[in-house]
């Protein structure tokens, strides 16, 4: 038995859900344990693409729980909207279970998150527009609904009435928007709370209960860690913890329950939205990292901007994730490349750096110091072990293993299932193995 947290190790967008996919396989309970909508994994399976933003992948596996934590934010038009979309496809979702004090996305997060983003101008963040931070914002002024407020109309309409006064007041006045009616988002979300009752448990206690019943439990993350509230290229962050500690928070369990940490980490490197990149590229290159990885965003559908490697950051992910093991992703997006530059450190104001500078505006001048590495240019999407991959992918992977001081576990190389190579089942196989890389 193993519990463990699957993390993103960049910026996010690295592939976490098809390596949560692939581990749901060996878990019992798979939970989300923090972020919204803002969030979102495409899964191929048998040629079928799906595309989730809320619900864990590993509700494709009839036996599998799937629990939202109260970590999460919920808009319950979008899950429901997912669920639709997974009953069509034939899909048993009778594993969902949601957090009942998990909170709730409502009309005007989304309406105030758009605007404060268009007021911000050139300094805008690159906010998806969803409502996630205005979730959170309100959710710590102690003015927030939770899941279980929609389960009752006269509860609701009581917890909203202040709430929806003083954003309609921030609408109207500052803003020059439409008011919200109370009734009319009282009828709205009452009715999505209707049917979402049926999925509706107390979180904390269904982790404790798989835990203590020694189930193998699997702590999904949304985004990556450099865009951590805390730990991330603040301002230009998500509003709460993609880091393996926020799974204890989002989830309410203790670090003691948590046996392992995976992180998932492109072969290459990605952001979306504003914020320094120091490993950008530009031009040719950028575009063929960008078409070859189909780099747009699952929820904006906006263009990734694409980079090389960047070691530092990723050593910045192992340290403050206490990674045991790495998934590496989309290696065959550098099949075609006759060399590959690796960042191994920064350049700041004339100075040498090896560490994640916590200031943004230190970050943001920092320059790549790059290793300059030879590609393979052949295939390997085929590969399905490692004596299959080329001399010189098999050198880049050691590379970059060294680099960040820990071994690599998995490494895929297409968006499909079958398309992955499993160097140590990280469940279940020895903790900090050194794999034969």
């Known amino acids: 038995m193993a519990n463990v947290v699957v993390i ?16 749901s396989r060996s878990a019992d309970v798979v939970v989300r344990y923090q972020g919204g909508v803002n969030a979102g994994h495409t899964i191929v399976v048998d040629d079928k693409v799906l595309k989730l ?12 729980i799937c629990l939202i934590g109260a970590g999460t934010v919920i808009d319950p038009g979008v899950m429901l909207r997912e669920l639709d979309m997974l009953l069509e496809n034939g899909i048993d979702i009778s594993g969902l279970q949601v957090a009942s004090t998990a909170h709730v996305t409502m009309p005007y997060h989304r309406l105030l998150d758009r605007a404060m983003e268009e007021r911000r101008g050139e300094r805008r963040i690159g906010t998806t527009g969803r409502g996630i931070g205005p979730t959170y914002a309100d959710k710590s002024q102690r003015s927030g609904i939770r899941v279980i407020d929609l389960m009752d109309p ?25 008011p919200l009616d109370l009734e009319a988002v009282v009828e709205e979300y009452a009715g999505y709370g209707r049917r979402l009752a049926p999925h509706v448990v107390d979180g904390t206690r ?21 865009l ?36 998932v980490a492109k072969a290459y490197t990605t952001r979306v939205g504003e914020g320094p990149f120091p490993t950008e590229l530009q031009g040719s290159l950028n575009d063929h990292l960008c078409d070859r990885g189909g780099e747009f965003g699952t929820t904006t559908g906006r263009r990734r901007r694409c980079g090389w490697f960047d070691g530092v950051i990723g050593r910045y992910a192992v340290e403050v994730n206490g990674l045991d093991c790495l998934a590496i992703t989309k290696l065959d997006v550098l099949d075609e490349l006759s060399e590959i530059q690796v960042c191994v450190a920064y350049e700041l104001d004339g100075r040498r750096i090896e560490s994640f500078p916590g200031s943004a505006d230190d970050f943001a001048r920092c320059r790549p110091v790059f290793e300059t590495l030879p590609g393979w240019q052949c295939s390997t999407a085929d590969c399905r072990r490692l004596e299959e991959l080329p001399d010189t992918a098999m050198a880049y992977l050691r590379f970059l293993a060294e680099l960040m001081e820990v071994p690599i576990a998995i490494v895929s190389l297409g968006a499909n299932r079958d398309q992955t190579i499993v160097v140590e089942d990280p469940i279940h196989g020895p903790k900090r193995a050194l794999l034969s890389l």
């Open 8 to 23: 993103g190790a960049q910026w996010g967008d690295e592939g976490k859900g098809k390596i949560t996919d692939l581990l």
């Open 53 to 64: 933003h809320l619900i864990p992948s590993g509700i494709l596996y009839p036996d599998t």
């Open 154 to 178: 006269d509860r609701l309409r009581d917890r909203l009435q202040d709430p929806l006064a003083e954003k309609n007041d921030l609408l109207t006045s500052v803003f020059g928007l439409e």
């Open 206 to 226: 269904a982790v404790h209960d798989a835990a203590r019943n020694r189930k193998n439990i699997l702590f999904e993350g949304a985004q990556g860690t450099l």
């Open 228 to 263: 951590d509230l805390d730990h991330g290229t603040y301002p230009y962050v998500t509003s709460s913890n993609p880091v393996s500690g926020g799974a204890c928070v989002g989830a309410g369990v203790g670090p003691t329950l948590i046996d392992r940490v995976i992180g």
